[in-house]
Every structure is written in structure tokens, then in C-alpha cells.
């Protein structure tokens, strides 16, 4: 074998490998446009007896929306892993397919703008993975995030555009026009908390300050756990939104304990919101009202907040273990608010255990890929960035799912890519962008290396074979 036959057979790997990732995905985004459309099929038969007239519409259009993805990432993250877009697209279309079912059953109109906010998604998710070309850009601007999470925190409570909804005054409204900052403030603060443990990643570790005759760990940094936590009550009393305060701090203490992996931080921040949730479940009414529900949901209360969760159980055991049948369940009639925090439920008696599996499955594969591309990354930063973006998705599918089966009190949070609502959508959309945006860079590396491998194993061989 020539030199310059080497370098070509050489030059050739990378370029090959990237294809057969993209190739991959183009692949499962197909199948998941398939599985999409099957279930939406199904669900009109089940609801009108002859076959849908849009079938074919809906099928371009999904392929479509892929497509414009797939291409984006062709362009921009051609090393990243191949799964992560394939299963947003598969969680998103399933919950579009649940919502037109609740529509049907309650003769609302939620579908055609959650279809609207998911072609938003996607051009937010091409627009971030454009404007954010190295994940190290981000590190730059760390106080500048920071500004931005507080600002966007803030917003609802401003007299003239904060607008309160089921007593959670998370919203902003301008005209007919809402919209959840709330949303999108999760994952500056997920990139600030990064660039900030990263930078103090050795004095949060290392014991530097001395008691006595033993070296202990600066108490400095404690104080900035406590500022989350009292940042969280403090967001909790004035938005009365506790899923957010125990995403916020469940996020915090998770990359802490990543940084340090010192198990002491974990029991503090697992003391802390135990004392918060205490404070709150005693002066806030709306997390003792849903603490109440969670001990006993068959107590009467006022409006009987317990219903909810009744009917949802109701409806998760009539589906049993191959569901009623899309289009035929009752809890898309009789639970309140189905499609946003309850759509679950609806999914798990329409679908089933196997169905609700298959949704649960998809977020620990979610979340798997996530971690691994956080253990890949290429800087301390990028790695610990993965992580909290990780842990926003799995905790929040978590919380929600939770709730649900009465494990934890309902926080109110969305099932992301599944339940309805447009800011968590493209919020979640951007977030799995800056995902495969580090995804991209480790993958790089790791191709990288591997060119660098394969050369110096041909050099040895070429060696060997002309006798050197």
C-alpha cells in the first residue's frame, strides 16, 4: 500500500463515519414518522370508524419537519449521536396524536396550535445549533445568563404582562400572545450552575481551610447553596409555582454532587428542600393543598383537587396491559385538563402498560444518551452543561409521571415533547440543540482520535509488510 493510498483510505473514515451516524438517524426519524402516523390512524378509527382523509398531509408534513432537522444537523453537527432528535420526534408525535384525541373528546381546538408550536421547535432548534457554533462560547457570557435567567424569572410578576393561571402566575401575556419564560430560564441557569462549578470545582472538592489540626472544606461555597435554596422558596411564594422551585434546586445539588461527587452536599441539599417543602406545604396554599391531595387524594377539599388524580388512576388501570384502544379510553372525557399536566394518564389507558413503557423507555434512553454525551464531552464545562440539560428532561418526566401514580405530590410541571404547551416545547427543543451541539464536539474528538489510531496502526503495518 502506497502513502498516498493510505492518507486517501485514512482521510476517508471520518467522513465515513459521520455519514453512517446521519444515515442512522435519517432511518429512526422515518420509523418514528411511521409509528406516528399508525397511531393517528388508529385513533380516528377509533373515534369515526372510516379512515382519516389527512393521513397522507400529516405523513408529509412530519417527514418534513424531520427532514428540515435531519438537514440542519447534516450542516451544523454532522459527528453528533444519532438518537436524540429521533425520540424528541417520536415523544412530540405521539403527544400531538394524544391531543387531537382530547380534542375530539372535548370539542377544543389545542392541535392545530401545538402543530404551530412544534414547526416553532424545530426552526428554534436549526436557529440554535446555527447561532451557537462551540459550547465554550457560552462559558463567555456566564454572568450575562445569569441576568438573563433572573430577568426572565421576573417577568411574570410585572403588573402589566404577568398573567396568573390556576393560581400559578408563570405567564407572560402580550395581546393573544403567552408565553412560560420560566421555561427557557431552566436552561440558562443549567449553563450558568455549569460554567460556575466548573471554574470552582477544586475549591468545592478540595478541604483548603483549616479547623484545628484538620483541613475541611472552604465554608465560602455553602453560601451559594443556600442562596439557590432560599431563591427557590422565594420564587415558589411570589409565582406559587413549586414545580419549578424543586426543578431549580434538584438541579442545582445534582451538578454539585456531579462536580464533587462528595455524597456530603447530596445529604445537605437533601436536608435543605426537606425543610423547604416543610415551609412551604405550612404557609403556601397551593403546595398544601397538593401535599393534602397526595396523602389522602380521597379527602374532600374545595373544588376536590383530588379528583384529578383519581380519574387519572381510574383511567391508567382500565387500560390494563394492551390499553383500551386509542381513540376509545373515557379518561380523555372525564379527567380535567387532560392534555397538559394529566396527558399521561390518557396515553397510559389508550396505549397501556406496553404504550406507557415504551414512553417511559424513551426518556431513560433519553436520558442515557444524554449522560454519555456528557462523559464525552471535551471540557469540564461542556460535560457538566450536558449534565443539567440531562437532568432537566429526566427529572421533569419524572415529577410528572410521579405525580400521576402518587409517588410525589403533582408539581405541575409538562411531560416534555408530550404534554401540551408551546414555550416548553421550544424550550425543549433548543435544550436537546445544545445537547447535539456538545454531542458534535466529543464526536469530533473521538473521530479524531480513532484517524489518529488507525494511521499509526497502518504506518506499523506498511512497515512490517516492506520489511523496515
Known amino acids: 500500500?502506497?502513502?498516498?493510498?493510505?492518507?486517501?483510505?485514512?482521510?476517508?473514515?471520518?467522513?465515513?463515519?459521520?455519514?453512517?451516524?446521519?444515515?442512522?438517524?435519517?432511518?429512526?426519524?422515518?420509523?418514528?414518522?411511521?409509528?406516528?402516523?399508525?397511531?393517528?390512524?388508529?385513533?380516528?378509527?377509533?373515534?369515526?370508524?372510516?379512515?382519516?382523509?389527512?393521513?397522507?398531509?400529516?405523513?408529509?408534513?412530519?417527514?418534513?419537519?424531520?427532514?428540515?432537522?435531519?438537514?440542519?444537523?447534516?450542516?451544523?453537527?454532522?459527528?453528533?449521536?444519532?438518537?436524540?432528535?429521533?425520540?424528541?420526534?417520536?415523544?412530540?408525535?405521539?403527544?400531538?396524536?394524544?391531543?387531537?384525541?382530547?380534542?375530539?373528546?372535548?370539542d377544543s381546538n389545542f392541535a392545530p396550535l401545538q402543530a404551530a408550536w412544534t414547526a416553532g421547535g424545530v426552526a428554534a432548534y436549526v436557529l440554535t445549533l446555527a447561532v451557537i457554533r462551540r459550547s465554550r462560547d457560552l462559558d463567555r457570557y456566564r454572568y450575562l445568563l445569569l441576568a438573563g435567567a433572573v430577568i426572565l424569572l421576573l417577568l411574570p410578576l410585572a403588573p402589566h404582562f404577568g398573567q396568573s393561571i390556576r393560581g400559578a402566575r408563570l405567564w407572560i401575556h402580550f395581546g393573544q400572545f403567552s408565553f412560560q419564560p420560566v421555561e427557557l430560564?431552566?436552561?440558562?441557569?443549567?449553563?450558568?450552575?455549569?460554567?460556575?462549578?466548573?471554574?470552582?470545582?477544586?475549591?468545592?472538592?478540595?478541604?483548603?481551610?483549616?479547623?484545628?489540626?484538620?483541613?475541611?472544606?472552604?465554608?465560602?461555597?455553602?453560601?451559594?447553596?443556600?442562596?439557590?435554596?432560599?431563591?427557590?422558596?422565594?420564587?415558589?411564594?411570589?409565582?406559587?409555582?413549586?414545580?419549578?422551585?424543586?426543578?431549580?434546586?434538584?438541579?442545582?445539588?445534582?451538578?454539585?454532587?456531579?462536580?464533587?461527587?462528595?455524597?456530603?452536599?447530596?445529604?445537605?441539599?437533601?436536608?435543605?428542600?426537606?425543610?423547604?417543602?416543610?415551609?412551604?406545604s405550612h404557609f403556601f396554599s397551593q403546595t398544601h393543598i397538593r401535599v393534602e391531595t397526595w396523602l389522602d387524594p380521597n379527602k374532600v377539599l374545595p373544588k376536590d383537587p383530588g379528583g384529578q388524580v383519581r380519574m387519572a388512576w381510574y383511567a391508567l388501570g382500565s387500560g390494563g396491559i394492551g390499553g383500551s384502544g386509542l381513540g376509545l379510553g373515557f379518561g380523555a372525557y372525564k379527567i380535567p385538563e387532560p392534555n397538559t399536566d394529566f396527558i399521561f394518564s390518557v396515553l397510559g389507558e389508550e396505549m397501556g402498560l406496553l404504550g406507557s413503557t415504551m414512553v417511559v423507555a424513551a426518556y431513560l434512553l433519553l436520558v442515557g444518551t444524554g449522560l454519555r454525551i456528557a462523559q464525552a464531552a471535551r471540557s469540564e464545562f461542556a460535560k457538566l452543561t450536558a449534565a443539567g440539560l440531562t437532568m432537566i428532561i429526566g427529572f421533569q418526566a419524572f415529577f410528572i409521571m410521579a405525580g400521576i401514580v402518587r409517588l410525589l405530590p403533582l408539581t405541575g410541571v409538562s411531560l416534555p415533547f408530550v404534554a401540551y404547551g408551546g414555550s416548553a416545547l421550544v424550550a425543549n427543543y433548543v435544550l436537546i440543540a445544545l445537547l447535539m451541539r456538545i454531542s458534535d464536539e466529543g464526536g469530533a474528538a473521538v473521530d479524531t482520535a480513532d484517524q489518529t489510531q488507525f494511521e499509526k496502526s497502518q504506518e506499523r503495518r506498511e512497515r512490517l509488510l516492506s520489511g523496515g
Open 1 to 106: 500500500m502506497s502513502a498516498t493510498t493510505l492518507r486517501t483510505s485514512t482521510s476517508r473514515r471520518p467522513h465515513r463515519a459521520f455519514k453512517a451516524r446521519r444515515r442512522t438517524e435519517l432511518g429512526l426519524l422515518v420509523a418514528a414518522s411511521a409509528i406516528v402516523v399508525a397511531a393517528y390512524t388508529l385513533m380516528i378509527l377509533g373515534n369515526t370508524k372510516s379512515p382519516p382523509a389527512d393521513v397522507i398531509p400529516l405523513m408529509i408534513i412530519m417527514l418534513s419537519l424531520g427532514g428540515v432537522a435531519h438537514i440542519a444537523n447534516r450542516i451544523f453537527v454532522p459527528n453528533a449521536v444519532a438518537v436524540v432528535l429521533p425520540i424528541a420526534f417520536l415523544l412530540n408525535g405521539l403527544g400531538y396524536v394524544m391531543i387531537v384525541r382530547i380534542d375530539l373528546a372535548n
Open 185 to 280: 430560564a431552566k436552561i440558562v441557569l443549567a449553563i450558568f450552575f455549569a460554567s460556575y462549578f466548573a471554574e470552582k470545582r477544586e475549591l468545592l472538592t478540595i478541604p483548603t481551610a483549616r479547623f484545628g489540626n484538620h483541613l475541611v472544606l472552604d465554608p465560602r461555597p455553602l453560601a451559594t447553596i443556600g442562596l439557590a435554596w432560599v431563591f427557590a422558596i422565594g420564587v415558589m411564594s411570589l409565582e406559587h409555582d413549586i414545580g419549578f422551585s424543586a426543578m431549580l434546586f434538584t438541579l442545582f445539588i445534582g451538578l454539585l454532587w456531579v462536580t464533587t461527587g462528595r455524597t456530603g452536599y447530596l445529604v445537605l441539599g437533601v436536608v435543605l428542600f426537606a425543610v423547604g417543602a416543610y415551609l412551604a
